[in-house]
């Protein structure tokens, strides 16, 4: 069974805390990507990595950073939480980009105080 | 520019009844891909289908079914004797074909369906 697994399920962090998502997929997929999800706003792409070490930004990279030091493991970086970084995260996967089926983790539930 | 519009925010209708769900699309690319996913409140985006832009079939799958109408930029997802199951936010995205390997996928915002017993 494909999988990709995001660390935590729900995180609370304080304002200014360095905060890092985790995200695993065992496909071997060359491709990596993380989301947010807010109500009324769908899900906003905030980079993407189609191979390790290799990272672009997507359309909010602004506030984050991003690490691929192995194929299967892409980790979101929050250097310094704010309150508007509260959200649902979602790390996602393909083959070849996006053009093929993306498989996505649960999601990571972040709340900054 | 790609952009992905699906103007239902909340729809509610009671089980076993049929419903669609909208989806208008822009892109300039003449090969791109669409895509719809379900998000049930266990939160993680299950695939359901794509299409390929040369290929406007309708499809069909149990209770499932898309529309494509390339005519009028359209990628419409009915479920017929709709069941509670099916209560979950739904998302049309879009990719476009790029010579990199930077391409991405832009999503709609969401149709959040009800199913009510």
């Known amino acids: 069974d494909v999988k990709v697994t995001q660390s935590s399920r729900y995180l609370v962090k304080r304002t200014g805390e360095k905060v890092f998502l985790e995200c695993v997929q065992d496909?071997?997929?060359?491709?990596m990507f993380w989301y947010r999800q807010d109500p009324g706003l769908g899900l906003r792409l905030i980079y993407f990595?189609?191979?390790?070490?290799?990272?672009e930004k997507g359309d909010i990279p602004e506030g984050y950073s991003v690490s691929r030091e192995k194929k299967e493991r892409f980790s979101l970086i929050l250097e310094s939480a704010s309150t508007n970084q509260t959200s649902m995260y979602l790390c996602?996967?393909?083959?070849?980009?996006?053009?093929?089926?993306?498989?996505f983790g649960q999601g990571t539930r972040l709340t900054v105080v | 520019a790609q952009k992905v519009t699906q103007a239902q925010t909340e729809i509610s209708v009671v089980e076993k009844e049929d419903v669609t769900l909208d989806c208008v699309y822009e892109?300039?690319?003449?090969?791109?891909?669409l895509f719809w996913y379900k998000q049930p409140p266990s939160g993680e985006l299950v695939f359901l289908i794509r299409?390929?832009?040369?290929?406007?079939q309708n499809e069909i799958s149990g209770r499932y079914s898309w529309n494509f109408q390339k005519s009028t930029s359209s990628f419409n997802f009915t479920i017929t004797a709709s069941q509670v199951v099916d209560s979950a936010v739904y998302f049309c995205?879009?990719?476009?074909?790029?010579?990199?390997?930077?391409?991405?996928?832009?999503f709609g915002k969401g149709t959040r369906l009800h199913i009510l017993p």
């Open positions: 996602a996967s393909s083959l070849w980009g996006m053009n093929t089926e993306a498989f």
């Open positions: 496909m071997d997929h060359e491709n």
């Open positions: 990595s189609y191979d390790v070490k290799m990272k």
């Open positions: 892109t300039r690319d003449t090969t791109y891909y």
């Open positions: 299409r390929n832009s040369f290929d406007e």
């Open positions: 995205a879009l990719s476009e074909e790029l010579l990199n390997r930077d391409d991405k996928i832009i």
